[in-house]
């Protein structure tokens, strides 16, 4: 057997200290390595949370090492080998009273804390902004309904370089955010109470952020509500929790807390953006410039499941060469962007310049090229 140097071991051993230090890290708002403690607590919840947790594993831990502390010297104790008799009687009236006093006693402590941070968690009453959060097979919605920033929406997906990093296996160098990177982060105020009301667009999914002690079922035809009040500026992350489909591991959230001063100019930027987003639906496109902002709509939206070049995988179907694309009724095509069939989800949070620019792409990509546009006003035409 060849031997090894002693210098040639200490460098093989601070290789892979090394790559393994660069491929796992820890992410603040975030999971930890190596981490057996819940998330840091970025709200009053979420501390609270955090103490029942141990106030609960303590407690039991304590009644589990009494109780078999016992159990265990009387076995000891009383056994045959040393002349042990059995005591012969049938009943105790004390013994009874104080194993039910004792139990409902240690039952009543345990629920009082919990009872008082369920029902906190439960009061969305009062709150200075309210989000609709909508989970879609696989991204989230978000609505802003009341508050500073009403009337913004946008759809949050996984960071598409991470959806590739995953897709090609090479993750040695992945970023500390790996799969928890995000297009379009929820960006709340610190120190407001934010109400997030949740629900799905096909199945349930569940929103939640660890570090807000928040976790809300989002469950299709169903309205449920959580809240909270971030306590620091930062980036707090989370899944959905809540098994939805193959894509459920790349549904992350990404909550992002700012200061008042920076979440106005957040507003004012956003609410420009979607100003500029409201285009005409009347407006006759020309197919170059209808399939240039299809493009885009692709690769935010629909890359994910049908690949970028249309190929599909597994039941999610080909875009390249498909009978529905090439058929000349545009009309097919647009009713299952709305509606959804299958495994295909509906897309009406999308712009009817959206919808027909994302069509009249797929219409006019890889080996498709049938000449067809369709125009914003065939899609508000359809909608229901």
């Excluded at 090492?65 to 049938?90: C, D, E, T």
């Excluded at 997906?157 to 500390?176: C, F, I, V, Y």
């Excluded at 999308?350 to 890889?366: F, R």
Aim: hydrophobic share 45%; proline share 4%.
């Amino acid at each position: 057997m060849k031997s090894v140097s002693p210098q040639s071991a200490a460098l093989l051993l601070s290789a892979v200290a090394a790559s393994g230090a660069h491929a796992v890290q820890d992410l603040p708002g975030g999971p930890a390595v190596r981490q057996l403690n819940l998330h840091d607590a970025a709200t009053r919840i979420a501390s609270e949370i955090s103490w029942l947790h141990w106030f609960m594993l303590i407690t039991c831990t304590i009644i589990f090492l009494a109780v078999f502390s016992v159990m265990f010297y009387s076995i000891w104790k009383h056994r045959r080998s040393q002349g042990a008799k059995p005591a012969n009687f049938h009943e105790s009236v004390t013994v009874e009273v104080i194993w039910t006093l004792v139990p409902f006693i240690i039952v009543i402590l345990m629920a009082l804390p919990a009872t008082k941070v369920l029902v906190a968690s439960k009061d969305t009453s009062n709150a200075d902004l309210t989000i609709k959060a909508t989970g879609y097979q696989w991204k989230w919605g978000y609505d802003y309904l009341n508050g500073e920033g009403s009337g913004i929406s946008f759809l949050s997906a996984l960071d598409t370089t991470h959806r590739e990093m995953s897709d090609s296996g090479k993750t040695a160098n992945a970023p500390k955010d790996y799969l928890l990177k995000v297009d379009n982060p929820l960006v709340v105020p610190v120190g407001k109470k934010v109400r997030i009301i949740t629900t799905a667009n096909d199945v349930i999914h569940a929103w939640g952020v660890p570090s807000l002690g928040v976790k809300q079922d989002a469950i299709p035809g169903f309205v449920r509500d959580t809240w909270f009040r971030a306590e620091r500026v930062g980036d707090f992350y989370g899944n959905c929790y809540e098994l939805c489909g193959k894509e459920h591991a790349y549904m992350p959230i990404h909550v992002k807390v700012v200061s008042a001063e920076d979440y106005a100019v957040w507003v004012g930027a956003e609410q420009k953006k979607m100003a500029a987003k409201l285009d005409d639906p009347n407006k006759v496109w020309q197919l170059a410039d209808s399939v240039a902002r299809g493009e885009k709509v692709y690769a935010a939206n629909c890359a994910a499941c049908h690949q970028a070049n249309g190929k599909g995988a597994g039941p999610i179907k080909a875009l390249d060469g498909s009978a529905l694309v090439l058929d000349a009724d545009k009309s097919k095509g647009i009713d299952i962007m709305l509606n959804g069939r299958n495994a295909m989800p509906a897309w009406k949070q999308l712009s009817d310049t959206d919808i027909a620019a994302v069509i009249s792409y797929t219409k006019n990509q890889w080996s498709n090229k049938t000449g067809q546009v369709v125009q914003p006003a065939e899609v508000k035409a359809q909608r229901k």
